[in-house]
């Protein structure tokens, strides 16, 4: 019963993760703030291990870890003299100090810390899957409910401003949603390798089609693929799942690429 329960709950951790990032990473991908996943899952990293030193639960502190971010990275992308890119990086490498601050200091063994790093789906937990499954829903409902005003926001901020759209707001729930869904992923894929799963699905999308519904559809179904090949080579191979899943989310933006009706490879030798 416990091995069952073990490959249901990989199965369907892969499967979450695969759909939670891919959407939140189409949005992050559009708008042209891919460098928001590197951030956030280094915040998450450093929220986890704090949690260890203190001996907190580890998601807890890498979801406040990543609100605080959150909180932090909004107001100051708002001011028109800060390029987003520039706050990002800011707080990346406030982040990644932290991370190298905190792995010293964790007490014994660093393999606990270090596991938020790699990440390992086989080792998810009923809870872990629980909050997984939230995270999942509240991303799908977020985009459904918000899916016009997020497609003006792409478009163009000032445009959504001039149009009654609070969106301001609304980019700061796309912060802190980034923020959660990388954070519940953390542990499946780890903190440095959940980036690919945020950017390559999404971005393996957009080769394909312009349309932005299609686009989360797509982008769903890359995200997923990615983390049940993933999951398939981790088994065969017996390792951790986070570097095949990201692995695999790069092949399938591979053969995107090929075969983008956007002057892909193949397009490209039928037109001549």
């Known amino acids: 019963m416990e091995i069952y329960n073990f490959m249901i709950y990989s199965w369907a951790g892969a499967l979450l993760v695969g759909i939670a990032c891919s959407l ?49 990275l909004g107001p100051i992308s708002d001011r028109g003299d800060i390029k987003p890119d520039t706050s990002l990086g800011i707080i990346f490498s406030s982040s990644l100090g932290l991370s190298f601050l905190f792995l010293p200091l964790i007490p014994g063994s660093k393999s606990e810390g270090l596991r938020f790093l790699w990440g390992n789906i ?21 985009v459904i409910a918000f899916f016009k ?7 163009n901020r000032i445009l959504a401003v001039a149009s009654g759209i609070p969106a301001r707001a609304i980019y700061y729930l796309i912060l802190f949603l980034c923020g959660a869904t990388i954070t519940a992923s953390i542990k499946a894929v780890g903190g440095l390798l959940v980036f690919a799963l945020i950017v390559n699905p999404a971005a393996a999308a957009y080769q394909l089609t312009y349309d932005l519904k299609k686009m989360f559809l797509i982008s769903s179904i890359f995200g ?7 999951l398939l080579v981790s088994f065969w191979l017996n390792i951790p799942a986070g570097a095949p899943i990201a692995l695999c989310s790069v092949i399938i933006f591979t053969i995107a690429t090929i075969f983008s009706p956007k002057k892909g490879t193949v397009y490209e030798m039928r037109k001549a």
Do not use: K
């Not at 986890?48 to 971010?69: D, E, M, Q, T, Y």
């Not at 009923?126 to 991303?139: E, H, K, P, Q």
């Not at 005003?149 to 478009?155: H, K, M, S």
């Open 149 to 155: 005003e997020i497609q003006i926001l792409i478009f």
């Open 122 to 142: 086989l080792t998810i937990s009923n809870s872990d899957l629980f909050i997984l499954c939230a995270v999942t829903i509240v991303t799908i409902g977020f």
């Open 224 to 230: 997923m693929a990615s983390g049940c090949l993933g």
């Open 24 to 72: 939140i990473g189409v949005i992050v991908v559009t708008m042209g703030i891919s460098f928001l996943g590197v951030c956030m899952s280094h915040a998450a990293f450093a929220g986890a291990l704090a949690g260890i030193i203190l001996g907190i639960n580890p998601v807890i502190c890498a979801f406040i870890f990543c609100f605080i971010v959150a909180g932090i």
